[in-house]
């Protein structure tokens, strides 16, 4: 997820399934560590920041997915969601941050691709449904 002015059909989902069984929504944001050094390399040009711990990444990630998810889910009873961010490899972390919540399932969002865009580009949430110890549910989008 990214922070924008879309609603985000994968967060609906979620918090519709989250309702249903009576649990808490967890709202992960993963930067990848590419991602982090670029932008970091532009704050601490900007700020003269020297250096963020492991804990400094994770909270400016989970600051994202906090603005995306009250965007998104602005209807709702705050206290039933959990926003959390990692920086590092997006499969591992969704998969590990489910086991470290013990999460009923994982939603994740998805793209139709070809066949050869598949090969090609390798797929987050294939990855995720593959690698995944409990439910995953796909939300697809035509993009």
Do not use: C, W
């Amino acid at each position: 997820m990214d922070a924008t002015t879309e609603r985000d059909p994968v967060l609906e989902t979620g918090y519709e399934l989250a309702s249903a069984y009576e649990t808490t929504l967890f709202v992960l944001h993963v930067v990848s560590q590419d991602a982090f050094e670029s932008r970091k390399e532009t704050v601490e040009r900007v700020s003269d920041l020297q250096g963020y711990s492991k804990s400094q990444r994770a909270d400016a990630a989970a600051t994202v997915a906090n603005e995306v998810a009250m965007q998104t889910l602005e209807d709702i009873d705050h206290e039933s969601v959990s926003t959390l961010g990692r920086v590092g490899d997006p499969v591992a972390s969704i998969v590990d941050a489910a086991a470290e919540h013990d999460a009923e399932y994982i939603v994740v969002g998805g793209r139709k691709r070809s066949p050869t865009g598949k090969a090609l580009f390798g797929s987050t949430t294939q990855s995720v449904l593959l690698e995944a110890d409990r439910p995953v549910v796909a939300v697809m989008s035509n993009d």
